[in-house]
């Protein structure tokens, strides 16, 4: 079993700055572990798991509010495995809703020929390849 961390060190293992650590306890997406006898906190090495969950699921585009649902179904026995796929596909059917919205953008930018000097701008000059490039990593053609 491995030791219980300090708040630094379970960000570190984490790969999150202590600051996280604090927001997702005031977020209640993880618990505040006690002071014991002026101690510094100790955190239980399943929170850095806990942390680490929560960060993949922003990386996915999940909300914290859906990663609390996810959270609640996966400490639930009585949860069904069914339950978190359903919340996984609809958030995939979002992504795919948001990708395509982005084809539309980047198209309409590509077609619009009046544009064609404001696209010499520096901003448009790199957004346009920067949503192509989002887009063909989404796996969107």
């Given at each position: 079993?491995?030791?219980?961390?300090?708040?630094?060190?379970a960000?570190?293992?984490?790969?999150?700055?202590?600051?996280?650590?604090?927001?997702?306890?005031?977020?209640?997406?993880?618990?505040?572990?006690?002071?014991?006898?002026?101690?510094?906190?100790?955190?239980a090495?399943?929170?850095?798991?806990?942390?680490?969950?929560?960060?993949?699921?922003?990386?996915?585009g999940?909300?914290?509010?859906?990663?609390r649902?996810?959270?609640?179904?996966r400490?639930?026995?009585?949860a069904?495995?069914?339950?978190?796929?359903?919340?996984?596909?609809?958030?995939?059917d979002?992504?795919q809703?948001?990708?395509?919205?982005?084809?539309?953008?980047?198209?309409?930018?590509?077609?619009?020929?009046?544009w064609?000097?404001?696209?010499?701008?520096?901003?448009?000059?790199?957004?346009?390849?920067?949503?192509?490039?989002?887009?063909?990593?989404?796996?969107?053609?």
């Amino acid at each position: 079993m491995r030791a219980a961390l300090t708040i630094g060190k379970a960000a570190q293992e984490a790969g999150v700055n202590v600051e996280t650590i604090r927001f997702y306890e005031r977020q209640g997406l993880i618990e505040q572990p006690p002071k014991i006898g002026g101690a510094a906190r100790r955190y239980a090495p399943e929170t850095v798991e806990r942390v680490r969950f929560i960060r993949e699921g922003q990386h996915l585009g999940f909300t914290l509010r859906e990663i609390r649902e996810l959270l609640a179904l996966r400490t639930d026995p009585l949860a069904d495995c069914a339950e978190v796929r359903q919340q996984a596909v609809a958030k995939r059917d979002e992504v795919q809703k948001k990708i395509r919205r982005l084809h539309e953008i980047s198209s309409a930018l590509d077609a619009h020929q009046p544009w064609s000097t404001f696209r010499q701008t520096s901003l448009v000059r790199d957004l346009i390849p920067k949503l192509n490039l989002f887009c063909r990593r989404l796996g969107e053609p």
